[in-house]
């Protein structure tokens, strides 16, 4: 019985730990489908405390509670791909040349999970009858005068056997669909998460060997518990850590954008000032005709300075954006089809070269819509009419928890000295521009805390790349600021 206790004393690490990885990271699906899996394993360890429990609980007893709690090992599978489920639903996958991967990865479905619910649900059914288990039988670990029930298996005990082999083949095909995911954190999350997994498994599979108990697999579950929790805190903290960063440029930004504003008013109120005066003195009678002029040109440049600060107050002011998470992919493929018209008209085309099955991040999808529309109105305005090639290049990719969105088109280039300064308010190349075009990408970028810049340009065309982050600021970094 003290042994007994042991082994469930045991099983209750892993759900203390998960339910307290889920109060500080309660904002995460993840976290809820980490909780699920920890929960069945605890309950797999009283599963199999009970078991220790002869002469102290009657034997049919036994065989009712060992009967029902086998489920927790029974519907591991559906709840480890329900993990699995959720990592690839809201993360980015690279499309591959390895068509097995690709396949492996279109596995990871609603219905797919359905069915393995199901199949687990046919075995655990099994398992009430005598064809899965018929009783129990006492045996002794060896070495050792510690009495157990060991349960005697029906005939189809091999479907079990078989349902939890696959088990240890599922999580082979998780380490290797992990490699299509390009968000480096996670990719170790999901590998570590695999292979402690296994591990854990094997153990289990000790207790089939009458003789072993429950010592394998109750050292399993302390290890696994410890190191999974382990991985999940390291990689949410990692992103964190991140946006952090992302925080603290945003808070400037934004006391910068006051500051701006605070200026703004300021400039309004003494251009009101010198307006009221410069009337009045044009009225005088005894102002000379070269004195009117110049007081004219006092007029039209402090006229020029208030359309200039109504500018700049646009600019910098617009509500709060909401962020959702959004497949990126779907926003460009919808922007290219906004300008379609217009790059008709220059004849330019516009390829997309998606290397992605989705590209998940949270944005502001009309924001961020605008954006790609300036950009490639933009690009397709910079090409010049005698250039024979005339296109616009997209591509994406992803590294570490960003996602880098690359623009490349055939224009006559920016010289390198303006590479900066073409993303400040009214610095246009155009003479009919207003230059608001590129600050408004960068500022709408930037309120997505992320970057945009020119990598490359020369005459045979302009290079920018967008950086997005791919996260949102959860519950977790306002508890963590």
Known sequence: MIFGLLVMIIGIIPIVLAINTRRIFKGTELSLALLIYMILISIWQLNIGILYFVGNIPESCILFLFKFLRFATTFAIPSLFYVVYIILKNNSLSFTNNKYIHSLTKLFSRKTLLIFFIWSTVVYILNWTSLGIKGLTIKQIYGSHIDFYFPVYGQFQWIYILHMSSFIVFLFIIIFVSKSLKDQYIKEFLRSFSTYSILLFISGFINFIPGTGAIASSIGVVIFSVMIIFSFI??????????????????????????????????????????????????????????????????????????????????????????????????????????????????????????????????NKPYLQQVFINMLKNCSEAIPGEALERSITIEAEIINESIYIHLKDTGKGIPADNWESVFDPFTSSKSSGMGMGLPFVKKIIFEHRGDIKIVNSGPNGTHFQIEIPQYELSDLTNKLN
């Open 234 to 363: 390291k990689m949410n903290l990692l992103i964190t850590l991140q946006y952090n960063l992302l925080i603290e440029r945003q808070k400037k930004m934004d006391y910068t954008g006051n500051l701006a504003g605070s200026l703004i008013h300021e400039v309004k109120n003494i251009s009101q000032v010198i307006k009221g005066f410069s009337q009045i003195l044009l009225a005088s009678p005894t102002l000379a005709s070269n004195e009117k002029e110049m007081i004219t040109i006092i007029q039209g440049a402090t006229q020029q300075l208030e359309d200039l600060s109504n500018n700049y107050n646009d600019y910098i002011k617009f509500s709060k954006m909401d962020l959702k998470i959004e497949d990126l992919n779907k926003i460009i493929f919808e922007s290219i089809s906004f300008v379609s018209e217009i790059v008709k008209e220059n004849s330019v085309t516009i390829d997309f070269q998606n290397r992605y099955s989705s590209l998940k991040a949270y944005v």
